[in-house]
T-cell receptor
C-alpha cells in the first residue's frame, strides 16, 4: 500500500513553455502533498507543501508564480512550471502524506520527474 | 535550526563487506528518524524508520539502524553488502523543531567494489 505515482517520468521542453507534472496517491487519500526539487548529487529541497482544497505553502526563495501547485483532490496534486528556462531543469519529486501538517506525517514518495529545458 | 549531518559523501566498500553510513542530527526534542535509499534516476524508497520503542530498527534489504539519543545519531548498517546496494542513502528527521517537516541530510553515495 501507499503507492505514489508521478507523470510524466521524463519531459523535455523548449524554453518559455509550461510543463505540468502530476502526482497521484493510488491507494490512499493524501491530506498533504509535498513537492521537492533535487539538483544533481545533492539532497532534496522542499519547494512547497499543499493541503487538499487550500493554497500551497511555499518555502522561502521558491517563486509561487513560477511553480504553480494545485491540490484539487485527496489523490491528485499538480506542479506546473511556467515559462520554463534551462535553470529549471531538475529532478522533481513529490510525496504524499496521510496525516495533517502539524503532526507526524510519514511521506510516501513518487518516482520523480526529470525535466530538461532546452 | 535543526540539521542533519551525513559526514561521508561517498563510502566505497567491497562486496560482501560490512558497511556503516553515519547520520547525526541536532534537536533537543523528540524526533522521528528515517533512512531512505535512492537508486539511480529513481525516487526515494523508505529503508527504515524509528518512531519509538526499541532503539535498534530493522529495515528492508538487510539494513538496520540504531538510534542513540545521547550521541544524537542514527547510523545505518548492513553486515554484508551486495552490488545491488549501490545507491544514494539519505538520512532524514522530523520533529516539532522542524514543524514536522522532513529535514534531510546531504546524502551518502554507497559504492560497492567487486
Amino acid at each position: 500500500g501507499a503507492v505514489v505515482s508521478q507523470h510524466p517520468s521524463r519531459v523535455i521542453c523548449k524554453s518559455g513553455t509550461s510543463v505540468k507534472i502530476e502526482c497521484r496517491s493510488l491507494d490512499f487519500q493524501a491530506t498533504t502533498m509535498f513537492w521537492y526539487r533535487q539538483f544533481p548529487k545533492q539532497s532534496l529541497m522542499l519547494m512547497a507543501t499543499s493541503n487538499e482544497g487550500s493554497k500551497a505553502t511555499y518555502e522561502q526563495g521558491v517563486e509561487k508564480d513560477k511553480f504553480l501547485i494545485n491540490h484539487a483532490s485527496l489523490t491528485l496534486s499538480t506542479l506546473t512550471v511556467t515559462s520554463a528556462h534551462p535553470e529549471d531543469s531538475s529532478f522533481y519529486i513529490c510525496s504524499a502524506g496521510r496525516g495533517g501538517p502539524s503532526s507526524y506525517n510519514e511521506q510516501f514518495f513518487g518516482p520523480g520527474t526529470r525535466l530538461t529545458v532546452l | 535550526a535543526q540539521s542533519v549531518t551525513q559526514l561521508d559523501s561517498q563510502v566505497p566498500v567491497f562486496e560482501e563487506a560490512p558497511v556503516e553510513l553515519r547520520c547525526n542530527y541536532s534537536s533537543s526534542v523528540s524526533v522521528y528518524l528515517f533512512w531512505y535509499v535512492q537508486y539511480p534516476n529513481q525516487g526515494l524508497q523508505l529503508l527504515l524508520k524509528y518512531l519509538s520503542g526499541s532503539t535498534l530498527v530493522k529495515g528492508i534489504n538487510g539494513f538496520e539502524a540504531e538510534f542513540n539519543k545521547s550521541q544524537t545519531s542514527f547510523h545505518l548498517r548492513k553486515p554484508s553488502v551486495h552490488i545491488s546496494d549501490t545507491a544514494e542513502y539519505f538520512c532524514a528527521v522530523i520533529s516539532m523543531d522542524s514543524n514536522y517537516q522532513l529535514i534531510w541530510g546531504a546524502g551518502t553515495k554507497l559504492i560497492i567494489k567487486p
